[in-house]
T-cell receptor, first 112, second 113 residues
Framework: SQQGEEDPQALSIQEGENATMNCSYK?????LQWYRQNSGRGLVHLIL?????REKHSGRLRVTLDTSKKSSSLLITASRAADTASYFC????????????FGGGTRLMVKP | DAGVIQSPRHEVTEMGQEVTLRCKPI?????LFWYRQTMMRGLELLIY????????DSGMPEDRFSAKMPNASFSTLKIQPSEPRDSAVYFC???????????FGDGTRLSIL
């Protein structure tokens, strides 16, 4: 089974609204990363948060990590139509932190 | 900087044929990863290299799959013989160092008839 599971599987919002996606995982992690994938393209790295960090920001993106609950969230503020994509969380575990296990993704649609 | 380059972008072939997928990582990146993405199984890590040496190939599904990295700027993933269940999008990614973000190519969409 997958280490990371995103919730919801699909999300549809209006432009300008905020979008929140959640990720839960099962075992202790070294780091957690969020990626975006546009249709027909490869994944693009968004944010990496290490197990000793609780929150990171990058532009309109905010990621939180709660290791006690084994969960993370990705918040996109003031969404734009161009944010329409699938978003994946990926976890790196222990000494094999480079070996990422990806969740099933959240499909985000932002309507103009 | 050029990104990760994969070729071909699309491949359609008949079952039983040999398939070779190619990847050029970003210059200076010492980690290279091969992934497979399907609707049913999502994104799966097949194998990864560090400094051209295979480190973990536990994700390679069968002996029909093999990967090589003869030098720092080139890697191949081969399937021989190919089967319809191998149909998927195959991604190559590279990273500059341990626990660093991975940079993905745009993938090869493989269809085995």
């Amino acid at each position: 089974s997958q280490q990371g599971e995103e919730d919801p599987q699909a999300l549809s919002i209006q432009e300008g609204e905020n979008a929140t996606m959640n990720c839960s995982y099962k075992t202790s992690i070294n780091n957690l990363q969020w990626y975006r994938q546009n249709s027909g393209r490869g994944l693009v790295h968004l944010i990496l948060i290490r197990s000793n960090e609780r929150e990171k920001h990058s532009g309109r993106l905010r990621v939180t990590l709660d290791t006690s609950k084994k969960s993370s969230s990705l918040l996109i503020t003031a969404s734009r139509a161009a944010d329409t994509a699938s978003y994946f969380c990926a976890t790196g575990v222990g000494n094999a932190g480079n070996m990422l296990t990806f969740g099933g993704g959240t499909r985000l649609m932002v309507k103009p | 900087d050029a990104g990760v380059i994969q070729s071909p972008r699309h491949e359609v072939t008949e079952m039983g044929q040999e398939v070779t997928l190619r990847c050029k990582p970003i210059s200076g990146h010492d980690y290279l990863f091969w992934y497979r993405q399907t609707m049913m199984r999502g994104l799966e890590l097949l194998i990864y290299f560090n400094n051209n040496v295979p480190i973990d190939d536990s994700g390679m599904p069968e002996d029909r799959f093999s990967a090589k990295m003869p030098n720092a700027s080139f890697s191949t993933l081969k399937i021989q013989p190919s089967e319809p269940r191998d149909s998927a999008v195959y991604f190559c990614a590279s990273a500059r160092g341990y626990n660093q973000p991975q940079h993905f190519g745009d993938g090869t969409r493989l269809s085995i008839l």
